[in-house]
């Protein structure tokens, strides 16, 4: 069973920056891709970015040049770090692992991010 564990939301004025992480354990078969999605209140679950095994990365529209995903496979580990925060930006993110090619994904809890002045 595969278990995701998020950490790094908050509240955040408007500007700021946040680093959301993401720990993955359990028995994980490779390749996986890990990545952030997020949901607001009132809308549906939309992906926010990904990261391959390769480091090949997937970005929002919405986030690029604010938002830098990256990974540490030794630690099975993800990061989001989040920078020129916009109140829009507020919502519940949510850590994922899938494997490419297989319909199969795991979550995180979701860890709450707010931007706010």
């Known amino acids: 069973q595969v278990q995701l564990v998020e950490s790094g939301g908050g509240l955040v004025q408007p500007g700021g920056s946040l680093r959301l992480s993401c720990a993955a354990s359990?028995?994980?078969?490779?390749?996986?891709?890990m990545g952030w999605y997020r949901q607001a209140p009132g809308k549906q679950r939309e992906l926010v970015a990904d990261?391959?095994?390769?480091?090949?990365?997937n970005y929002a529209d919405s986030v690029k040049g604010r938002f830098t995903i990256s990974r540490d496979n030794a630690k099975k580990m993800v990061s989001l770090q989040m920078n020129s925060l916009k109140p829009e930006d507020t919502a519940i993110y949510y850590c994922?692992?899938?494997?490419?090619?297989?319909?199969?994904?795991?979550w995180g809890q979701g860890t709450q991010v707010t931007v706010s002045s």
């Open positions: 994922n692992l899938r494997h490419p090619g297989v319909t199969l994904n795991y």
């Open positions: 359990g028995s994980i078969l490779r390749p996986y891709v």
């Open positions: 990261i391959t095994a390769g480091d090949g990365t």
